[in-house]
């Protein structure tokens, strides 16, 4: 069964009716179409298992999100996000450093992110971000080599992710990395519609492309955990 349509289906009746009776009153439908979701990310994780052993023992269900927004700090107080989505990487879901990212739904979506294959680090605290600007600059014949590698540009062109207006404080502000140091953020994005995910075989297309990063994924770990 490819449930991919009726899931953008079910995703786009709940943006209509975003609230708590609505999702109680399609629950059923909801749990049914996140049961085959959770098959399909299990496929996905065993196929990046093989490129990358520590995923090994992890399973959809350590990597996929809740559905419930957290609306504490949010304006839109909408109470559940209108897509499905997943983080993967050695702790699944809680990982704190380099990783990807999953979300497959339609449109752009309350919390400003767009279906797709993402792959880097968002909001590093200071300290990380420190590191991660330095471990460019000191090694930036490698780093280039990982984000120019063959494939990523193709599938996986320029940044997504938050930049400041000017360099950080510390590098001139004509730094010839200029436009590396600005990054908030350093992650690569994929973007995936309701086509690709409705491949009965879009968990191994994932893989084979979020394997395209892995390199990018390797130096920001190590540039976070090297130590001074």
Not at 54 to 65: E, N, S
Not at 154 to 165: A, I, Q, V, Y
Not at 203 to 213: G, I
């Amino acid at each position: 069964m490819n449930y991919i349509p009726q899931l953008y289906d079910f995703l786009r009746r709940l943006d209509a009716n975003n609230n708590r009776d609505w999702f109680k009153a399609n629950k059923a439908e909801y749990d049914e179409l996140r049961n085959l979701w959770l098959v399909d990310i299990d496929r996905m994780l065993a196929a990046m298992s093989e490129w990358w052993p520590q995923l090994r023992g992890l399973t959809a269900k350590d990597c996929v999100y809740r559905i419930y927004r957290d609306t504490r700090f949010s304006l839109d107080k909408k109470p559940l996000k209108t897509y499905f989505s997943a983080g993967i990487g050695p702790q699944g879901h809680k990982a704190h450093g380099a990783g990807f990212y999953l979300q497959v739904g339609p449109g752009r979506f309350v919390d400003e992110v767009e279906s797709g294959l993402y792959g880097g680090i968002w909001c590093p605290e200071a300290p990380v971000l420190k590191k991660l600007r330095k471990a460019i600059v000191d090694n930036i014949e490698e780093f280039e080599e990982t984000i120019n590698a063959p494939g990523v540009e193709e599938n996986f062109p320029g940044w997504c992710g938050d930049t400041l207006k000017t360099v950080p404080k510390g590098y001139d502000r004509n730094h010839p990395l200029a436009h590396l140091l600005r990054h908030k953020d350093y992650g690569k994005f994929h973007p995936a519609d309701e086509a690709f995910f409705t491949d009965p075989d879009w968990p191994l297309r994932a893989a084979e492309l979020f394997h395209l990063l892995k390199p990018f994924i390797d130096f920001l770990d190590y540039s976070i955990h090297e130590e001074p």
